[in-house]
């Protein structure tokens, strides 16, 4: 085969992935600074940009799909990254997915006063991007060593989400009325740990492309409530 | 732009087989155009027929249109009878699936061409050999022992050096049938690299010996069975996406 024809197609497709990750993280950004400053305008833009990233996606596969069909015989290291690369464009485009629904939630509360100001959802946002930034570099240079390290961060994102779903509750307690806010923060919350958890799967993905191994990262998974899966998937 | 122009082209052989069926085809330049298909289908008589080695064949009929265009737009109808055979070759020069190495030196393989033609130059001579053996991704090779028998080199550097010979000439398409059904995977891989990058200033119609390479090669592909064509599409539609069942069929492997 001509292996620079080759190299030149999985160089594009990795490419392709670091632009999505870059959407993602922008979306994810504005989708949080809107909810913060309440912003309906940018959160519609978030909202309805989401189709760019799905349209991303479609086109990644695609591209995948053609590479496998006219460069064979792909095998080994270069099958393996195919087909993560697929893996991971799906993960990525679900992230997108989660960005959209943070939008959505900040359309749903409105202009009504936040119920609490919003201090650990930014943050959990800042860690689970830097985790996704890590990952995708770590996929893109073949970077094993790191692959396995950036699964141990995401305690802290489980933390500060148990911390968001405690007080939350204590504010519904108090106060039945912020009942419909709470939940629309709390489902925010979740939005962020669960793209945390998808980081991991990125992960394996980047460990798998180069040892060929196929199994779960340990990763502290102690969210109070792990058996409320907000959106129906893992 | 189109570099090949055939309409409702057909061919009879002599034993009453039709080999061709009225086959319509623009081939574009400067970019590998693959014909592929089972056994029998066409893609070598098509070939013969471009450089009309099929003068030598016993062929009772051929009808309708072949047109060979230059770059000035001005066309060749390659079915006419009174065209210098030699002249179209020097232009369509071809590869064989196994590779015909003069019994000369390497240098002399190269030369021999040119000097038919006139060339005497030495430098021009030195110049054409060291330019066609790297664009045949040879010249590393044998750059120390050009004056060895061609006969000495392996079977895949044998092939090449019959790539740098077309090449050496200057042609204005290269048509290679099956030029690598005898390598192993590296030489392969080097002539399927030497011909990815000559596409730019040449037109290159391929014959693959395999499906596989068929794709990974094909900028557009034409599917021919039984002397039709079933199919001609750019190379990313016809393997993934073939319009037609029978094509379908064949890239998936239920017959062939």
Same mark, same amino acid.
């Given at each position: 085969m001509t292996r620079e024809a080759l190299d030149r197609k999985l160089r594009s497709l990795l490419d392709n992935i670091q632009d999505m990750e870059e959407l993602v993280e922008h979306a994810t950004i504005d989708a949080v600074d809107a909810l913060k400053r309440q912003d309906l305008v940018a959160a519609q833009k978030i909202y309805d940009a989401d189709s760019i990233i799905n349209t991303r996606r479609f086109d990644l596969e695609n591209d995948c799909v053609i590479t496998i069909a006219t460069q064979q015989p792909i095998m080994a290291g270069d099958l393996r990254l195919v087909a993560s690369i697929l893996e991971v464009s799906g993960e990525?485009?679900?992230?997108?997915?989660?960005a959209k629904g943070i939008a959505k939630i900040c359309l749903l509360i409105g202009t009504e006063p936040l119920i609490k100001p919003l201090i650990d959802i930014p943050r959990m946002m800042e860690i689970t991007l830097s985790m996704l930034r890590r990952a995708v570099t770590a996929f893109i240079n073949h970077d094993v060593e790191a692959a396995r390290s950036i699964p141990d961060d995401d305690y802290l994102v489980d933390d500060l989400y148990n911390q968001v779903y405690r007080e939350l509750i204590t504010i519904m307690f108090a106060k039945p009325t912020t009942i419909d806010q709470a939940n629309h923060l709390m489902w925010a919350a979740h939005n962020l740990e669960r793209m945390a958890d998808r980081v991991t799967n990125i992960c394996e993905r980047a460990i798998y492309v180069v040892t060929g191994e196929m199994k779960e990262v340990d990763k502290t998974d102690d969210e109070v409530n792990s058996s409320y899966q907000g959106d129906g998937s893992n | 732009m189109n570099k090949f122009i055939l309409e409702n082209l057909s061919l009879t052989y002599s034993d009453s087989v039709q080999a061709l069926k009225g086959i319509n085809l623009e081939i574009p330049a400067n970019s590998i155009t693959v014909l592929f298909g089972p056994a029998g289908g066409g893609k070598s008589s098509l070939l013969r027929t471009l450089n009309r080695l099929n003068d030598l064949a016993d062929v009772k009929q051929v009808a309708g249109r072949a047109?060979?265009? =230059?770059?000035?737009?001005?066309?060749?109808?390659?079915l006419d009878k009174t065209i210098d055979v030699i002249a179209l070759r020097r232009r369509l020069s071809m590869v064989f699936a196994r590779p015909i190495v003069l019994p000369l030196s390497i240098r002399q393989n190269l030369t021999y061409g040119l000097e038919v033609s006139g060339v005497r130059d030495r430098r021009r001579l030195n110049q054409a050999i060291e330019l066609s053996l790297e664009q045949a991704?040879?010249? =590393?090779?044998?750059?120390?022992?050009?004056?060895d028998p061609a006969t000495m080199l392996s079977g895949g550097q044998q092939q090449r050096l019959c790539l740098a010979r077309c090449l050496a000439l200057e042609p204005e398409v290269i048509i290679l049938d099956e030029p690598t059904s005898g390598l192993d995977p590296i030489s392969t891989n080097k002539v399927e690299a030497s011909l990815q990058k000559l596409k730019v200033n040449y037109t290159i119609i391929l014959v693959p010996h395999s499906i596989q390479q068929a794709a990974r090669m094909a900028d557009q592909a034409a599917f021919f069975l039984q002397g039709e064509l079933i199919e001609f599409a750019t190379g990313d539609t016809l393997f993934i996406n073939p319009k037609q069942v029978k094509t379908k069929d064949y890239v998936e492997g239920r017959f062939g």
């Open positions: 990525l485009e679900r992230m997108g997915d989660y | 047109d060979l265009l =230059d770059q000035d737009g001005r066309t060749l109808n390659l991704a040879l010249w =590393d090779e044998v750059k120390d022992r050009l004056d």
